[in-house]
């Protein structure tokens, strides 16, 4: 706690941080796809796309399968991946592999969402099981034209649709950096409405900037790693109060893999 302008007021931060947000809805999206896999054992799974749930998704799946390669257009997000168990490729070293026909995967999980990978490059494969990530949230016509999710899954022998969504609450997309800060932003309103509090701030900032434009990996790292609000009030004791309301809307966010048909 510290005092605002006079000591009548004071100034929290949410023991929440950005990151903590970002885990629980990585994690959300890893168990919905395990639960679909079933405990099946792999030899080799394809994942697309490192950022965001990518490469958490990619260590857990360690557990269920001999090799997991990790693919992105990005070769700087090499250094997100901290599991020396991953294999990570860059576009290049993927496309070489694929003409030199060494990929085999029987797991093949595309997290690439709008814009990422094409329908063309997923049907080099006949994996056992294909999952994509369906980007779209609430219905926007825009978006919903550019998605071509379905047109992905036209391989494997089963097919799952990833979806992500957040209980009675609106997003755009399924990204877990959409859903990230739509969690604080409406956390913020609702913290907004209790007695005695003056203000809110959502402590957010544009962090794919960094992440892709300055390709600065450990500031974007430093940067999630901040209270994810900031609050002005006469008392203190609304603390618990605020990190309730931040639980209760992280807790809406629920995923679950559809099964599509071939
Ligand atoms: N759906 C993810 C976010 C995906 S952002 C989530 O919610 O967490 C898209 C990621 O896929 C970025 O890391 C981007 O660099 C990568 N990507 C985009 N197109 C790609 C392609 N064709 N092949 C591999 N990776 C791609």
């Known amino acids: ?36 896999l ?12 490192a950022y965001l749930c990518g ?20 070769p700087h997000l090499r250094d997100i991946v901290r599991n020396e168990r991953i294999t990570f490729m860059d576009i290049n070293s993927f496309n070489l592999a694929l003409r030199n026909g060494r990929l085999n995967p029987d797991l093949v999980i595309d997290l690439t969402g709008l814009g990422g990978v094409s329908p063309e490059v997923i049907s080099h494969f006949d994996p056992e099981v294909l999952i994509v990530e369906n980007p779209k949230g609430v219905y926007d016509r825009d978006i919903y034209e550019v998605d071509n999710s379905l047109e992905r899954l036209r391989v494997g022998r089963r097919r799952g649709l990833l979806n992500t969504y957040r209980i009675s609450r609106v997003s755009k997309t399924s990204g877990t950096m959409t859903l990230t800060i739509d969690t604080v932003l409406d956390a913020c309103h609702e913290i907004r409405e209790l007695e005695g509090i003056l ?22 790292m430093e940067e999630i790693n901040k209270p994810a609000i900031t609050v002005s009030c006469l008392d203190e004791d609304i603390y618990p ?22």
């Open 1 to 36: 706690m510290k005092y605002g302008i006079t000591e009548t007021v004071k100034t929290l931060d949410s023991k929440t941080k950005v990151v903590d947000i970002i885990y629980s809805i990585v994690e959300e999206k890893t168990r919905a796809v395990k639960y679909f």
């Open 38 to 49: 079933e405990g099946e054992e792999f030899r080799e799974t394809l994942i697309f796309g």
């Open 241 to 262: 109060e605020v990190e309730k309301i931040l639980k209760r809307n992280i807790e809406r966010v629920k995923s679950f893999v559809e099964p599509v048909d071939r």
């Open 55 to 74: 490469n958490y998704m990619a260590s857990s799946l360690l557990n269920d399968s001999e090799k997991v390669i990790l693919v992105d257009i990005y």
């Open 199 to 220: 203000y809110v701030v959502p402590n957010l900032r544009y962090y794919e900037g960094i992440l892709f434009h300055e390709k600065n990996v450990r500031k974007f």
